[in-house]
């Protein structure tokens, strides 16, 4: 994924109207989901079109819907705004309309300067075409002269380090390949805004340092961003600003991290409210168990009172309550902690087993508490499955989702973890 560090952000918008490079002005798109009808919608829409009839229609015909409705905002120069929403929401289709590739239903957008679109792998490549022909054709369609792009073609092809291959057709290319180049054109074409769609997120860390390297370039040089993405700290590391979209429609804007709270809270409270930070479950008859079996998990603060939400670097004991059908010896439990809108990577994982408690239990019920002095999850949404195992080998019982949010007494700031700390000045003048 492609991040900028948070001391890249070194341009503010300022409130002036000669800075807004992008305004959108109640945009809507349409789209029907009927192969056949939207063939005919089309053949209808480009006959009025042709005729100079063709009126836009805030209508919805049989079988369409909106995909984006009714949004406005503006981007200012140096702005670096996150488009954030969950899949469908109208992310890319608001992306394309900037980019001119699909025209709005409604409304109009005014782009003041070059926009440079890097939007799907390799988009706007034609695959039979070659590397070379295609940096000639995307270049152009992005606003350059043919005299321009032979200044720039050398640094393009270095950029994209394609070596040989830019004269073979593009189809040939991986993903990966296909990627740099789409990048490597954008970026050279000095765009005014930049769209950056998360699939973008190609590359070796070597290349992603290095466009990151180039993006803080054309970042301090005034380039406006929208970056399109699901992942929480990119979005809090890139994007100074941010708007959120649900079912095409604007829910809100403003500083990143408001965005994104409100954002991951509407993920996480969809339908799965009454299972946050506890679970229940039914007792297994003894014949379907092997041993131990899990009935519930929960939080209890430093008092040990049950609580729905953990808090960032506070005291917090996870309890995992079991019944035992027989003694069991050697077991363990393994927790992975997921971010609910990260990149899938795990945020934390603890085991009984690596920090080398062995349990032992005998017939019964008990709770198992994991004690975490100082919780060092940020602020969020998270997902844990939690595994019981013996002998490192048998799984007893486990649980696959187990979802809690954390809240924060204090500031994080854009940190991705809490460290408990401690500030002190110590004096060191009478020391030698
Ligand atoms: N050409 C099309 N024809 C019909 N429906 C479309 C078309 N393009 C997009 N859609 C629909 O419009 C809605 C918005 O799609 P869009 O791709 O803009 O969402 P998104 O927020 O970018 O999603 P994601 O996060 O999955 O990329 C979706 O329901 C999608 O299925």
């Not at 200012?76 to 996150?82: C, F, K, V």
């Not at 399109?228 to 941010?242: D, E, F, G, R």
């Not at 195992?389 to 204090?410: G, N, P, Y």
Request: one cysteine or more.
């Amino acid at each position: 994924m492609i991040s900028i560090n948070e001391q890249d952000i070194t341009l503010k918008p300022q409130d002036n109207e000669s800075d807004i490079v992008l305004s959108v002005n109640g945009v809507s798109k349409k789209f029907c989901r009927d192969l056949k009808r939207s063939l005919m919608y089309g053949v209808q829409d480009m006959t009025s079109e042709l005729l100079g009839l063709r009126e836009k229609s805030d209508k919805l015909r049989p079988k369409e819907f909106w995909a984006l409705d009714n949004v406005s905002f503006q981007l200012r120069r140096g702005e670096a705004l996150g488009l954030v929403g969950k899949n469908g929401s109208g992310k890319s289709t608001l992306l394309r309309i900037i980019a001119g590739l699909i025209k709005p239903d409604t409304g109009f957008v005014e782009v003041n300067g070059r926009v440079a679109p890097l939007i799907a792998l390799g988009a706007g490549f034609n695959p039979i075409l070659t590397g070379r022909e295609n940096i000639y054709a995307n270049m152009s369609i992005l606003g350059l002269s043919k005299k321009e792009i032979d200044e720039r073609f050398d640094e393009v092809i270095d950029f994209a380090e394609i070596g040989d291959a830019i004269d073979a057709p593009v189809q040939t290319y991986s993903s990966g390949m296909a990627a740099r180049l789409g990048f490597a054109s954008a970026i050279h074409t000095d765009p005014d805004i930049l769209l950056i769609d998360e699939v973008l997120a190609v590359g070796d860390i070597r290349f992603r340092a290095k466009c990151n390297r180039k993006l803080h370039e054309l970042r301090n040089k005034g380039t406006s961003f929208i970056l399109v993405s699901h992942q929480t700290q990119s979005m809090l590391n890139v994007c100074s600003t941010a708007i959120y979209l649900l079912k095409g429609k604007f829910v809100m804007s403003g500083d990143t991290s408001s965005v994104m709270h409100k954002y991951e809270e509407d993920l996480f409270t969809n339908g799965v409210k009454e299972n946050i930070g506890f679970i229940a479950l039914p007792q297994k008859a003894e014949m379907e168990s092997f041993g131990v079996d899990i009935t519930s998990i929960f939080f209890r603060n430093h008092e040990q009172t049950i609580t729905e939400f953990p808090i960032t670097g506070e005291s917090i004991y996870l309890c995992i309550t079991c019944k035992a059908h027989k003694y069991v010896s050697n077991y363990g439990v393994t927790l992975t902690i997921q971010e609910i809108s990260g990149d899938g990577e795990n945020t934390l994982i603890l085991s009984s087993f690596n920090d080398k408690k062995v349990l032992n239990v005998s017939p019964g019920e008990h709770e198992l508490q994991v004690h975490m002095p100082y919780l060092g999850l940020r602020p969020g949404s998270y997902t844990m499955q939690v595994h019981i195992r013996q002998d490192l080998i048998h799984t007893l019982d486990s649980i696959e989702s187990f979802m809690f949010a954390v809240k924060s007494k204090e500031t994080m700031g854009r940190s991705s973890f809490y460290q408990p700390r401690e500030w002190e000045i110590i004096s060191t003048n009478n020391k030698k």
